[in-house]
């Protein structure tokens, strides 16, 4: 009996500090007179139970850097209205590239009419996203409920402009990225895995999609499989032509596949591809395309890291800053997330491999058909 009580209360205590880990942490810097936005944002985002997560503000630029050096925020939400400082550029350089914020925020910045002209000295930053003034401000407190949330809500409004600051991340980090491939990808067990569904169900026409320089691409053509590799990064299309002819290179969206109905056999997403996109109207849009170019009876293939397992346990999310202009942001769908978004997309006969790479990282294959 005891033992079911400290069970039951142990089971409620981590749900509370789940719930309290959770929280999407906003830092509002306002500058005008009245501090109407910092009082609103306060109200909907501390006051509300309904909305796990917490505000603080702050009235000068160089407030910022100080309380991300002291305390970690997902959001810096700029709400100036009236005017933009230009030295925020420098304000977000100076964050970007400051070794003692150890997790980068995404930035909001409130437009309008007046601080319109002042926009041209954000235009070099991908990631920072504009909200109109005139807002309903409990609306938009809602898609701060948690970071998974709003990541999507970003992409599904702003999925062009994310689209192009992905590109950049990849071009600007290429070095770095193939490194950090080493530990979260293994290209011979994915190859195996990947195989073994082709062998069972006869497939000879392959689309890698987002297959950036072929790391996975080339290896399949050179074991007989005809092979087209979709990526958004010409640069690394090119990076692949380099090596091979054997692989044709589509630079491509996607969301929207310049590709005839029923073309292929299979459709693979290797390593974090899936997870680049980041809405549920992106994640729709991508699912179809790859519906649509199959055959019947043919088969998707994905890769995701695990999340039960993995280093994004708490909510998915990763935002990557190696120290550029770039910055990039993922979020890694649960294996009960992925099954759905196949569902809804129409496949079925959902099959789930749990494996680790070489040094250790868990992974979760997923495969079904058309």
């Excluded at 603080?56 to 009236?82: C, G, M, W, Y």
């Excluded at 235009?123 to 701060?144: G, N, Q, T, W």
């Excluded at 998707?300 to 120290?323: F, H, S, T």
Aim: glycine residues 6%; aromatic residues 10%.
């Amino acid at each position: 009996m005891f033992k079911f009580f400290e069970k039951k209360l142990n089971s409620q205590t981590e749900r509370k500090e789940r719930q309290k880990s959770e929280k999407l942490n906003v830092l509002v810097f306002d500058d005008s007179e009245n501090q109407d936005y910092s009082r609103m944002f306060g109200f909907h985002l501390n006051e509300d139970d309904n909305f796990p997560t917490k505000a603080a503000s702050v009235n000068e630029l160089s407030q910022i850097s100080r309380e991300l050096e002291k305390e970690n925020f997902d959001i810096i939400f700029v709400a100036t209205p009236d005017h933009l400082d230009k030295n925020l550029t420098s304000e977000i350089t100076k964050i970007r590239n400051n070794k003692e914020i150890k997790k980068q925020p995404i930035f909001f910045v409130m437009k309008s009419d007046k601080n319109e002209k002042d926009f041209e000295y954000l235009k070099k930053f991908d990631d920072v996203i504009e909200v109109p003034p005139l807002i309903h401000m409990e609306k938009l407190a809602s898609r701060f409920k948690s970071v998974p949330e709003l990541l999507g809500y970003i992409e599904d409004r702003y999925g062009d402009k994310w689209q192009k600051n992905k590109i950049s991340f990849y071009g600007e980090y290429k070095n770095k990225i193939d490194s950090r491939s080493e530990i979260t990808a293994d290209t011979e067990k994915e190859l195996k895995i990947l195989e073994n569904i082709f062998q069972k169900n006869n497939i000879k026409k392959v689309l890698d999609a987002g297959g950036g320089n072929g790391r996975i691409a080339i290896p399949l053509a050179e074991n007989g499989y005809e092979i087209t590799n979709a990526d958004s990064s010409r640069e690394l299309l090119e990076e692949m032509k380099n090596k091979t002819g054997r692989v044709e290179a589509m630079e491509a969206d996607l969301r929207k596949l310049p590709i005839k109905d029923g073309r292929f056999d299979a459709v693979i997403y290797n390593w974090h591809v899936f997870c680049d996109i980041l809405g549920d109207k992106s994640k729709k849009q991508v699912l179809s395309e790859a519906f649509r170019i199959l055959k019947e009876g043919g088969v998707i293939a994905l890769d995701l890291p695990d999340r039960e397992k993995g280093e994004y346990k708490k909510d998915g999310v990763y935002i990557d800053y190696p120290g550029g202009e770039s910055v990039f942001v993922g979020y890694i769908p649960t294996e009960d997330e992925m099954k759905k978004y196949l569902e809804d997309a129409g496949f079925k006969d959902i099959k789930v491999d749990k494996w680790e790479t070489k040094d250790g990282f868990p992974k979760i294959s997923f495969s079904a058909k058309k």
